[in-house]
Nanobody, 123 residues
Framework: QGQVAESGGGLVQAGGSLNLSCTEYSGRAFGNFAMGWFRQAPGKEREFIAAMAWDGHSVQYVDLVKGRFTISRDNAKSTLYLQMNSLKPEDTAVYYC???????????????WGQGTQVTVSS
């Protein structure tokens, strides 16, 4: 798998929306793997929030974001997306993407991470 780079974060008011992107730069592996989004809030461990199978036919969300966040992917562009609506202050975190295990979407395949993208939600 190649390097990934996340983008699209920013400062938004509660109730607002953001659309995050994650691009895999080698372009060779992206379409063959399930991909997931994770986040790490200040003082907390990184946590899994959403994932999608390589073909888009299976998705998984944690309860905290279900109904508010939507994951999608474009294999032709080697890009993973996370549309985040109805944002809450507790969504404030650095958001990361990674390749994930097809047998357990919450587990990244590798312990290599991009720089992430900061999302800050003000109340």
């Amino acid at each position: 798998q190649g390097q990934v780079a996340e983008s699209g974060g920013g400062l938004v008011q509660a109730g607002g929306s953001l659309n995050l992107s994650c691009t895999e730069y080698s372009g060779r592996a992206f379409g063959n793997f399930a991909m997931g989004w994770f986040r790490q809030a200040p003082g907390k461990e990184r946590e899994f929030i959403a994932a999608m199978a390589w073909d888009g036919h299976s998705v998984q969300y944690v309860d905290l974001v279900k109904g508010r966040f939507t994951i999608s992917r474009d294999n032709a562009k080697s890009t993973l997306y996370l549309q985040m609506n109805s944002l809450k202050p507790e969504d404030t975190a650095v958001y990361y993407c990674n390749f994930v295990r097809s047998t357990d979407y919450s587990q990244p395949i590798r312990d290599e991470w991009g720089q992430g993208t900061q999302v800050t939600v003000s109340s």
